[in-house]
């Protein structure tokens, strides 16, 4: 990992810092139920997105640089049409699934309530993904890491501006429902499907950027498919991006299995769905948020330490390795100490100046609870 992938991972790890106050303001507009409905049907959403092209830009990257290095232009220009086919018949089979099955999935085995039509507007958001995810892996593979970089921050932006913009036209419009059918949790649905529909709208803007940019670095890339005749077929390259993907695929999956399962393990023993969905949100909107900030920020300061160990690991230098590794724990240690001291003490305070609605027994000190673990 060279310098500038290092910079592209800490950038695409600020975003996640923008993604963290989306979550926040959103919290704030929708209520707790609101984020409830919304974080359970992208939990879905997420599952879909790791099984399809998550992935795919960082080991599409490495197999077309290597084939490059190798001189393998034919091969090369195959791939991208190749993988570009294959990601968006991905993309269409796991919209359909992730459709299909979120009804079951939402209402049944996460028993959060109108978080099926949310997820049936998140959907069409994969295939768009999964699209931007090959376009993403052909830069990398130049060694252009600029868009994977600015997309990051981009769709963030997007996330955040069309975002409140939709959810207050469908809030509008669910809170005329609530008051026909008398019952308040139709404004935060609509509220939150408007949300989903710009995540979707979002995701448009994110490729037609992408596209353009791929458009306009062409001319290039024409040049470089003479030479060899390629020798891959579309299947041989399917199977090698998929065998290269297994890991982390299985990595991701057992990252985020802790968000799955505790949900419906917390909804299973819930008397009332409604309440428990709120609770849910307060998790989602106050703990979870709060926690991915620090991890965030603690991982943007690891990713040097590990680029230098690697570096001396492929140099076969085992004493500078060594002094790497030592001194990449110890830094871990003390920033994560840091943290730690920063949650335990300031949590209650913090809360209260960002959420006064919510008392600081419940957030501030569970913060302060959740610290000392971490």
Request: proline share 2%.
């Amino acid at each position: 990992m060279n310098q500038v992938e290092i910079k592209r991972k800490q950038i695409q790890f600020f975003s996640y810092c923008l993604a963290g106050i989306n979550v926040w303001v959103f919290g704030k507009q929708l209520g707790n139920n609101g984020l409830a409905y919304l974080a359970a049907a992208f939990l879905v959403f997420l599952f879909f997105w790791i099984l399809t092209g998550k992935n795919v830009p960082d080991r599409l990257g490495r197999l077309l640089r290597s084939r490059n290095a190798k001189g393998q232009y034919k091969n090369v220009s195959k791939m991208r049409r190749n993988m570009m086919i294959f990601q968006i018949a991905a993309g269409l089979v796991g919209a359909v699934l992730c459709a299909a099955l979120g009804y079951f999935v939402l209402e049944k085995a996460f028993r959060i309530p109108y978080g099926s039509m949310i997820l049936w507007i998140l959907c069409p958001a994969l295939i768009l993904r999964c699209m931007q995810s090959v376009l993403l892996g052909i830069f990398q593979s130049e060694g252009s890491e600029m868009p994977s970089a600015v997309s990051a921050i981009l769709r963030q932006v997007f996330y955040f501006g069309l975002g409140l913009l939709f959810l207050g036209i469908f809030r509008t419009y669910g809170e005329k429902v609530s008051l026909l059918l008398k019952k308040d949790d139709f404004t935060a649905m609509y509220g939150a499907m408007g949300v989903a529909l710009g995540i979707v709208i979002s995701e448009v803007l994110v490729l037609i950027f992408v596209f353009v940019i791929y458009q306009g670095s062409a001319s290039g890339r024409r040049e470089a498919e003479i030479g060899m005749k390629g020798t891959d077929t579309f299947f041989s390259q399917v199977r090698v991006l998929l065998f290269s993907m297994g890991g982390d695929i299985i990595g991701d999956l057992l990252l985020y299995l802790p968000l799955w399962t505790g949900l419906v393990l917390f909804e299973k023993n819930a008397a009332d769905i409604y309440a428990a969905a709120d609770s849910y949100g307060v998790f989602i909107g106050r703990y979870l948020d709060m926690m991915l900030l620090v991890v965030v920020l603690l991982c943007m300061g690891i990713l040097p330490g590990v680029a230098k160990a690697g570096a001396h690991i492929r140099k076969k230098e085992e004493r500078y390795v060594q002094n790497a590794i030592q001194s990449g724990i110890q830094g871990v240690f003390l920033h994560g100490m840091f943290f730690t001291v920063w949650l335990a003490v300031l949590s209650e305070f913090c809360w209260e100046k960002c959420s006064p609605q919510d008392p600081p027994w419940s957030c501030g000190r569970s913060c302060s609870f959740i610290a000392h673990k971490f």
